[in-house]
């Protein structure tokens, strides 16, 4: 008799709290692919080539270490689909007298996992998750019942609590954060660094000709991965990163351009999000090069504020604010996701790049996603539920307890103000300032009314005018709210007609289907609708 230890598919390290105190002579450890998990939302082909294969690695590196792992494929005789199927079946296989699983990064999994707890008769010890920094019950009590929870506050307590980027007390610098050096364009001629992308070994490429086979409408390409799916390949990309691309990340880590989808970026999240690399040890690595002189204070400081801070926050926040969390909308925002969020098939430049380079790449950087794919949503007043499945598809990265407050409180501000003070609503003028993605777009940029002009030009003052009744008195919306009130009302009547034009020739009809072009969506995952057509 032993203790049947189940990890799952994001918590690939071997330091995880499920396996702390395995006993090779004794536990099993368990580890599954199910249908299940591949399809409560339609994910991204590059999305569960990635999982498997960073999965059959683990379970192999494991193995050669001298435990003893039950590993269940997707295609494996009798395999029952889901957790529970399988974890009840391999009680069954091995006996074991107790289940030690680690918490989940999302509710629905809880959920299922209490469950166990209730129904298996066997006792079921949910441990929590040790590759984060802050503890959900330390960020409990930090939130508490405040209605506002502000990330620069808690990265300040995160930074005096780790140590990193202090010293003698006081933040290295003499400031906390360098975000205002950190917004510039790309200069004429720039030349992104060259980033590694890993060859698929014989495992992976098994597991890229399962997915081609049982996923092949599933929304985008396996052409081209080369994502690290071991943890020496996720050590490698780090170090990459931190050598390569930190000393320049944070000038440019707001800018977009065309053909570059990875600019800078360190490109580890999937890794991270997997539990290939741990959030302590790239912080740490980040660090050492600012010690070192590799790389400067606000490129170092920047990177550590995405994982310190963003990331540890959106996860303390999803767990605090759950399940009552997803169910606000705070701006009563309804439209059905455009069809182009899918195929990609749009006049706007930006939204076309941004979703192509998402197709093939399963990726997109953060400013593509808040302030292009986002900021359109946002403006265009789509229904929260339809954008947030949408983005937990098509991300390598994205699990529900990062992917929903990013999108729900931070792009889409449905949450009313937890997250952010004001809407991140932007008109193309921000998009024209850091890209290069308008000089070919069909639309221009520089005009503010007809059909020829940018649609986030008079979407923006629509999204004003729609919403002045909750967001004018926000002191935050103060200027622009002023600007607005210097038009006259002839105006105003033209900016309402071209949105509602513009709106209106959103196509909204259910998708077919090829999900190589489109999703299917989920009808079950909180009751959401099918994601909607669009031209």
């Given amino acids: 008799m032993g203790t049947l230890r189940f990890v799952l598919g994001d918590q690939l390290h071997r330091r995880i709290s ?305 399940p009552e969390y997803a169910a606000t909308n705070a701006l009563a925002a309804k439209r059905d996701l455009p069809w182009f969020y899918w195929s990609g098939e749009t006049r706007m430049n930006c939204l076309a790049q941004c979703i192509g380079e998402t197709r093939a790449h399963a990726y997109a950087h953060h400013i593509q996603r808040l302030m292009v794919t986002g900021n359109f949503a946002l403006l265009a007043g789509i229904a929260p539920a339809q954008v947030e499945e949408w983005y937990l598809v098509v991300y390598a990265d994205a699990y529900e307890w990062v992917e929903l407050p990013n999108v729900h409180g931070m792009a889409l501000w449905a949450d009313g103000g937890v997250m952010g003070s004001k809407p991140y609503a932007a008109s193309g003028a921000y998009i024209n300032r850091m890209s290069d993605y308008c000089g070919t777009c069909t639309y221009d940029v520089s005009a503010k009314a007809g059909p020829e002009a940018c649609p986030f030009n008079y979407l923006y003052w629509n999204f004003l005018i729609e919403n002045a009744e909750r967001l004018e008195p926000n002191p935050r919306m103060g200027m622009p709210y002023r600007n607005l009130a210097r038009m006259d009302e002839a105006r105003r009547a033209e900016i309402v007609a071209d949105a509602q034009r513009f709106l209106d020739g959103l196509e909204s009809r259910p998708p077919p289907g090829d999900l190589t072009t489109a999703s299917k969506g989920s009808a079950t995952r909180r009751g959401r609708r099918s994601p909607a057509r669009s031209p």
């Fill in 18 to 322: 499920t396996l702390t105190d395995c006993d090779p002579d004794h536990d099993v450890v368990l580890i599954v692919e199910v249908m299940a998990e591949a399809t409560y939302v339609r994910h991204h082909k590059q999305k569960i080539a990635f999982l498997f294969s960073a999965m059959r690695h683990f379970a192999a590196e494991l193995e050669a270490e001298g435990l003893r792992v039950d590993y269940v494929r997707l295609d494996d005789p009798g395999n029952k689909g889901s957790f529970t199927g399988e974890l009840e079946r391999a009680l069954a296989r091995h006996a074991c007298d107790r289940v030690v699983v680690t918490e989940p990064g999302e509710w629905r999994v809880l959920s299922m996992m209490e469950a166990w707890r209730e129904d298996l008769a066997v006792p079921v010890e949910i441990r929590p998750d040790n590759r984060f920094l802050c503890p959900r019950a330390e960020f409990a009590d930090w939130a508490g019942d405040r209605r506002s929870l502000r990330m620069e506050t808690f990265y300040r307590g995160m930074r005096k609590r780790t140590g990193l980027l202090m010293e003698n007390g006081e933040p290295a610098g003499g400031q906390w954060n360098f975000d205002h050096d950190n917004r510039k364009r790309l200069p004429k001629g720039h030349r992104p660094p060259e980033r590694p992308r890993f060859a698929p070994d014989a495992v992976t490429r098994e597991v890229l000709a399962l997915v081609e086979a049982r996923f092949a409408e599933h929304f985008g390409d396996l052409d081209g991965f080369g994502w690290p799916v071991t943890r020496q390949d996720a050590l490698s990309a780090l170090a990459h990163f931190i050598a390569d691309c930190l000393p320049t990340f944070g000038d440019y880590q707001d800018a977009m351009k065309t053909g570059a989808p990875f600019l800078a970026h360190s490109l580890i999240s999937p890794a991270l999000n997997a539990g290939l690399l741990t959030a302590e040890e790239v912080c740490l690595a980040a660090e050492r090069a600012y010690k070192e002189g590799a790389a400067p204070l606000n490129c170092v400081e920047g990177f550590i504020r995405q994982i310190l801070g963003w990331r540890e926050y959106v996860r303390g926040l999803y767990w605090a604010r759950m």
